[in-house]
């Protein structure tokens, strides 16, 4: 069992599919309480590239969909 940081830096190695753009979805923000997690740090730690979008669950499909829109526009 390897975490999502681990799985983006195996796709993003692969030449096959290392094009595709990745949107993550995590469980660790929580406004809240104060926390928000870091994508771009998170993925300098993980020495890999970060998601094109980021999203907290549950997944709110109206900030899944501006995210699709928003990479599809790049």
Request: proline content about 5%; charged content about 30%.
């Amino acid at each position: 069992v390897q975490d999502g940081w681990a799985t983006l830096k195996e796709l993003r190695d692969d030449e096959r599919v290392g094009h595709i753009p990745v949107i993550m979805l995590t469980g660790v923000n929580d406004y809240e309480l104060g926390m928000n997690y870091d994508a771009e740090l998170a993925g300098k730690k993980a020495n890999v590239r970060p998601p094109e979008a980021f999203l907290d669950k549950p997944l709110d499909m109206q900030a899944f969909w501006a995210a699709v829109v928003e990479i599809q526009a790049r």
